[in-house]
C-alpha cells in the first residue's frame, strides 16, 4: 500500500536578508521532526530539490520590491492553500521600505554605477498589498517557535496560539528594569507585539518596534510622551520609521509628527 501522502510545505524568499528562513534552519531539532510530518517541496536555503505546487502551506520571506516579485507572489498565491508571510520585511516592507519616504532613484544613482540595469517597484511593500494572506508572523527576524505554533496548527485545522501582548509584558515577566523609566531612553515597548522576550530592553536599550504594532494598539497615549523625552521630536518619527515603519499604525504616527513639526 503507498504511504499516504504528507501535507506540502514551500518557503520563498523575496527581497530581504534570509534572516528569516536562517530562523527556520535554527529550529534545528524541531525542524528534523517538522520535516518527518510534511514535505519540505520548496526551500532553496536548506536543500535543491523542488516540487512543483500546489502547496498545502507557503511561508514567504521578504517584501515585494521589484516588478518580477510583484509578479511571483501572485503565481506563488495561486499554488498555495494557506500563505503565511514571515518577518518584518514580509509583514511592514522592512528594511527596504526605508527608502518609500525616500527618492529611491536618487539612492540608486549613489550607490550603483549603473542604476540603469536595476528594476526596483517606487515602493517596497508588504505581501498583503499585493495577494490576500493567511497569517502574519513578525519580528527582525521572525520568532522560529511562532512559525512552529503557525504551521503545526494550521495543519492540525486549528488557531495558531500567538502572543497579542505587548513588549513591555515581556520586560515584567523577565524582571527588567524599565529603561525608559530607569534612564530616559525612547521605548516603542508600549505599542510593540510581543514575541521576542524583550531582548533590546534587557540589554539595556529602548525597543525599536520590530515586532510591529500590538493589534488594536492606539499610539495616542505615547507619541507625546516619546516627544517630550527629546529635544528634537523627529527623534520619535524616526524611532517609529525602523524595520516596522512601514506598519500603518506607525508609519502614521510617524507622518503626523512630521506633519506637526512642519507647521511649527
Ligand atoms: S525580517 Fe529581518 S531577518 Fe527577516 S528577512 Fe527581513 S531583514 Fe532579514
Ligand atoms: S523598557 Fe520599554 S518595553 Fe520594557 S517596560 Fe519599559 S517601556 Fe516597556
Ligand atoms: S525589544 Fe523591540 S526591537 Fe528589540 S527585538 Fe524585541 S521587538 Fe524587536
Known amino acids: 500500500m503507498p504511504a499516504p501522502c504528507k501535507p506540502t510545505v514551500a518557503v520563498f524568499k523575496f527581497s530581504s536578508c534570509d534572516g528569516c528562513q536562517l530562523q527556520l534552519l535554527n529550529m534545528e531539532d524541531e525542524l528534523l521532526a517538522l520535516a518527518g510530518a510534511v514535505e519540505i517541496a520548496n526551500f532553496l536555503e536548506a536543500r535543491r530539490r523542488v516540487l ?6 507557503a511561508l514567504v ?4 520590491s521589484t516588478p518580477h516579485e510583484a509578479e511571483t507572489i501572485k503565481k506563488i498565491r495561486g499554488e498555495a492553500k494557506l500563505l503565511i508571510a514571515i518577518g518584518a520585511c514580509a509583514t511592514a516592507g522592512g528594511i527596504q521600505a526605508l527608502r518609500n519616504r525616500a527618492d529611491a532613484d536618487e539612492y540608486a544613482r549613489h550607490v550603483y554605477p549603473h542604476p540603469e540595469y536595476l ?41 495558531p496560539n500567538l502572543p497579542q501582548h505587548s513588549v513591555c509584558l515581556e520586560c515584567k515577566r523577565n524582571g527588567t ?28 536599550r529602548g525597543c525599536y518596534g520590530c515586532f510591529g504594532p500590538q493589534p488594536g494598539v492606539d499610539l495616542k497615549t505615547l507619541v507625546p510622551t ?35 513639526e512642519k507647521k511649527q
Open 52 to 57: 512543483p505546487g500546489p502547496y498545502d502551506i
Open 61 to 64: 520571506e521578504g517584501s515585494v
Open 119 to 159: 528594476h526596483y517597484l517606487p515602493k517596497a511593500t508588504p505581501i498583503s498589498a499585493h495577494v490576500k494572506v493567511d497569517l502574519e508572523l513578525y519580528g527582525c527576524p521572525v520568532n522560529k517557535e511562532e512559525v512552529l505554533e503557525a504551521v503545526t496548527a494550521l495543519l492540525q485545522d486549528r488557531k
Open 177 to 204: 528594569v524599565c529603561v525608559m523609566v530607569a534612564k530616559g531612553m525612547l521605548c516603542l515597548g508600549p505599542v510593540t507585539r510581543s514575541g521576542c522576550g524583550a531582548i533590546c530592553p534587557a540589554n539595556g
Open 226 to 260: 516619546l516627544r517630550a523625552m527629546e529635544k528634537d521630536p523627529r527623534e520619535a518619527a524616526r524611532l517609529l520609521s525602523h524595520v516596522s515603519g512601514f506598519a500603518p499604525a506607525f508609519a502614521n504616527a510617524a507622518e503626523e509628527i512630521l506633519a506637526e
